[in-house]
């Protein structure tokens, strides 16, 4: 079986990306199973060259940090010709309709005037999952539409010109934390969200990391008590400790919010301090990091090249 994941370097990676999926797909992962950084998907919004290039970089060490084996782990781009070459082949076989109902789209403000990769990203995401024969892809629920349709592309293909694709299927990832903004606990934590006061990166030093949480939005009941509809704030970090130590967030007792937090950035400084220093110890090294990336392009570029070239053959070009 191959399972495929992706993490977009849309900024930088939290703790919210550490517990309710790194950490996992380091620890779960199997020897088939294939992890990327899908650089591409992050252009179809407004970004900035030089830090999606950094941005990249930085997940990728941080993958690679998490345990994850180099062999397994790619950066989409580097295969962005047969990406490029795929994608083509398959928007050839999608209708207008079937992109534009992509909830995704609409959500992320699609209309005439959203750029055209918003629209047809998702046929870019048939692509790699097409290209590296992925069987599953573990995704949530904004996700599943996505790989629906890659689904229903690979069948098309493989109807219409010739068998090449694997029909890949969505999967639930097993339940993971999901960890809430410190600074706003009605929403998740999220790479792309502006304001960093509630966000614990991954690369945060201890002393930030305590600041952000000691400033963690709590509530006016005073009692510590895991109940997420009335005290999402402190459910959070009640989730966010139980995590890190491995309890049930239920057992975990605490007589004031002070020392829940101070409780809270002790355990996550801990979770992340081994990760942190490994990123950092990477990131100094390009050599081996740029090395790591190669071996892991060759890979999935092997993994890829049958594929594409069939697939083009029987659509009648090159
Ligand atoms: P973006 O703002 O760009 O959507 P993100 O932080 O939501 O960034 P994704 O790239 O969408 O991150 O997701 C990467 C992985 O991290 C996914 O498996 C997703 O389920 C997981 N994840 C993202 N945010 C959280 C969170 N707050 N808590 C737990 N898991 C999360
Ligand atoms: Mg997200």
New binding site residues.
């Given amino acids: 079986m191959t399972r495929l ?4 370097p ?2 930088h ?2 703790i ?2 550490h ?4 950490r996992r797909w380091a620890r779960d992962g199997g020897p088939g199973d294939l992890y990327f950084v ?1 650089d591409l998907h ?1 252009m179809t919004v407004s970004y900035n060259p030089p830090r999606l290039r950094a941005l990249t970089r930085e997940l990728l060490a941080v993958l690679v940090a998490e345990g994850i084996d180099p062999a397994r782990l790619f950066v989409q781009s580097d295969l962005v010709r047969e990406l490029g070459a795929l994608s083509w082949v398959l928007e050839c076989t999608c209708s207008y309709g079937e992109a534009a109902r992509m909830t995704q789209f609409k959500a992320k403000g699609g209309g005439t005037g959203a750029r055209l990769g918003l629209l047809t990203y998702p046929v870019l995401m048939a692509a790699d999952i097409l290209l590296q024969g992925a069987d599953s892809v ?3 629920d904004d996700q599943t539409q996505h790989v629906e349709l890659a689904r229903v592309l690979a069948r098309r293909f493989n109807s219409t010109f010739g068998e090449v694709f694997v029909v890949p299927s969505a999967t639930t ?1 097993p339940t ?6 410190l600074a706003a606990p009605e929403r ?6 502006r304001d960093a006061a509630g966000v614990v990166f991954v690369l945060d030093n201890p002393d930030l990391i305590r600041r952000k949480l000691s400033r963690a939005v709590t509530d006016s009941y005073d009692v510590v008590a895991y109940r997420p509809e009335k005290q999402p704030g402190v459910a959070n970090l009640l989730e966010i400790y139980a995590a890190c130590v491995g309890v049930s967030p239920r057992e975990v007792e605490f007589r004031t919010y002070g020392e829940l937090k101070t409780a809270v950035a002790d355990a996550v400084i801990e979770e992340l301090r081994p990760l942190r220093e490994k990123v950092i110890e990477l990131l100094a090294d390009p050599a081996e990091l740029d090395r790591i990336r190669k071996d892991g392009a060759e890979r999935a570029r092997d993994r890829a090249a049958h594929r594409l070239d069939s697939a083009l053959r029987l659509a009648g070009v090159a």
């Fill in positions: 994941s992706a993490i977009t849309s900024g990676a939290h919210g990306n517990l309710g999926a790194l899908s992050a573990p995704v949530g990832p993971a934390a999901r960890v809430r903004d998740k934590m999220s790479k792309s969200t």
